[in-house]
């Protein structure tokens, strides 16, 4: 089992920058393909980011793509979102997910385990 934790959500301006981080539980965390999605109210829930075990492969949602950035640190159980430029239309419930790549690639995830989510609000 895998523990997710989402912090780093808040309240922001257009055009600002927030950081959200993951923290993850677990000895298999560094074999774990880890994604970023998010929620908006009446909205179903859509994919963000995401990141392959070794860290060296990446891929965005269109939306975000060119403002998003996805990274980790395996040596601490860490995955993080550096978001720039935001614009209103980010406001949501950001969620950390860890799942397996069973192709080797990042669109055939299987997320199995979710955080609890936190708040990103961006004011106009």
């Known amino acids: 089992q895998m523990q997710l934790v989402e912090s780093g959500g808040g309240l922001v301006q257009a055009g600002g920058s927030l950081r959200l981080s993951c923290a993850a539980s677990?000895?298999?965390?560094?074999?774990?393909?880890m994604g970023w999605f998010r929620q908006a109210p009446g909205k179903e829930r859509e994919f963000v980011s995401a990141?392959?075990?070794?860290?060296?492969?990446?891929t965005y949602a269109a939306s975000v793509k060119g403002r998003f950035s996805i990274s980790r640190d395996n040596a601490k159980n860490a995955v993080y979102l550096q978001m720039n430029s935001l614009k209103s239309e980010d406001t949501a419930v950001y969620y950390c997910?860890?799942?397996?790549?069973?192709?080797?690639?990042?669109?055939?995830?299987?997320?199995?385990?979710w955080g609890q989510g936190t708040q990103v609000t961006v004011s106009s």
């Open positions: 677990g000895r298999t965390f560094s074999r774990a393909a």
């Open positions: 990141i392959m075990s070794s860290g060296f492969i990446t």
């Open positions: 997910a860890a799942g397996i790549s069973r192709l080797g690639t990042l669109t055939s995830v299987e997320y199995q385990y």
